[in-house]
């Protein structure tokens, strides 16, 4: 269904590009002699590829995610695959008709209504009148916006307008959907909702490609996934393998002086290869910090918490004796039961005090890395229901008497 051979989108940073009227292209051609005589020779401008030899393919039917980190260019890749901007070198071919949500509000206009976006949306994508009245009640109750429809879409805020834009392209049944990280402007009950229907329509065969920061969203659509780094594809291949080395790599990018007093963090497990996954007997998470003044007697605290950095669990240990400058402290688990995904750890030293008391701070870090979790989900199918811990349960059906 899709086709990228050797893709590459080069711009000139400083370079200014601009929509002409017909006027501005005639005055601009009155004003190129003058131009020509007064331009230098020198080019400060810089070029910057920001996508360089990308090529791969994607079968029919086939959720391919794309990950990456800022700036490495999933969303060129998606616009030129959407047909909104040209390669500057290589080519792509889509074989079927492409829905595409790169932004929120795409191809709506704000004076235009939200029954009226809904019907312009649904002809950018090349659907009949027909076939969008066919299927605009299951679109609007989708979105949930029918209060809404005949109010200009000024007035909407920008998660309605993500969800109209959502409801239209996945309802219009394109046999490409494309969709870059605009789910994130959602609420949490309707990006599960979006996920779901993203399910659905690769069930039915069609193919998508799907942009997120989020891991847990990929592990759970996507059948493989492309990695770009710099522009470039770092990795490609099945969903669990790719995750895991770029929460590996991304856990594992650290900055600045380490001796500088922050906490670093390292983890040994019974494999030995700092990512924790199934079955591992025991596991040693180690904390090295620098302290300016030794602390008798005091207490040395340890959260973990989660992408939005809520408290998944916590530790604290009293009557602690750290000297001055650089120490190690390790914290034994015997087992650590969490969904895959990348947590955050914080730790705190205090001087006396104790779990109720507290005492004065002394230093309170961000552990670097991450921790990288990398298990087999064995909670509940569906993240809306499947929490945090990664627990396996047996259910027994018995008659009663």
């Known amino acids: 269904m ?62 391919v995610g794309i990950v990456g980190r800022n700036g490495a260019g999933k969303s060129t890749l998606l616009k030129i695959l959407s047909r909104v901007t040209r390669p500057s070198e290589g080519w792509a071919e889509l074989r079927g008709r492409v829905g595409s949500l790169l932004e929120v509000g795409t191809g709506f206009h704000p004076e235009l209504t939200g029954r009226e976006n809904t019907f312009l949306s649904g002809a950018i994508l090349g659907m009949s009148n027909r076939e969008i009245e066919q299927k605009f009640d299951q679109i609007v109750a989708f979105a949930e916006v029918e209060r809404f429809l005949d109010t200009p879409l000024k007035h909407y805020s920008s998660g309605m307008q993500m969800r109209l834009a959502f409801a239209v392209a996945a309802h219009l049944e394109p046999e490409i959907l494309v969709i870059d990280e605009v789910l994130a402007v959602g609420d949490l009950e309707f990006q599960k909702k979006c996920l779901g229907k993203m399910s659905e329509v690769a069930g039915d065969g069609r193919t998508i490609l799907f942009v997120s920061h989020q891991m847990g969203q990929i592990r759970r659509l996507c059948d493989r996934v492309i990695w770009l780094d710099r522009g470039q594809i770092r990795l490609s291949g099945a969903t669990r393998d790719v995750i895991k080395a770029y929460e590996f790599a991304s856990a594992n990018t650290v900055e600045g002086d380490r001796e500088s007093g922050i906490c670093f963090l390292r983890w040994n497990t019974a494999r030995g290869d700092h990512v924790i996954t199934d079955d591992e007997p025991e596991i040693t998470l180690t904390f090295t910090v620098r302290l300016e003044h030794p602390v008798m007697r005091g207490h040395f605290g340890v959260a973990l918490l989660n992408e939005g950095d809520a408290v998944v669990a916590g530790w604290g240990f009293d009557e602690i004796n750290i000297s001055a400058g650089l120490n190690e402290l390790r914290l034994r688990l015997q087992s650590l039961p969490l969904r895959p995904g990348v947590y955050g ?26 921790l990288v979790v990398d298990t087999r989900p064995v909670a509940h199918p569906q993240d809306r229901w499947a929490g945090v811990l990664n627990l396996p349960g047996e259910l027994i059906v018995q008659k009663g008497e």
């Open 345 to 370: 750890m914080t730790c705190s030293v205090f001087d006396g005090g104790n779990n109720l008391t507290g005492g004065r701070l002394i230093e309170q870090w961000y552990a670097m890395p991450q």
């Open 2 to 63: 899709i086709t990228a051979t050797n893709l590459g989108k080069r711009y000139v940073i400083g370079e200014r590009q601009r929509y002409l009227a017909l006027r501005d292209v005639l005055t601009g051609l009155l004003r190129a002699p003058l131009r020509s005589k007064t331009r230098t020779n020198g080019n400060d401008s810089k070029t910057l590829w920001a996508l360089r030899d990308v090529s791969f393919e994607v079968g029919r039917g086939e959720v």
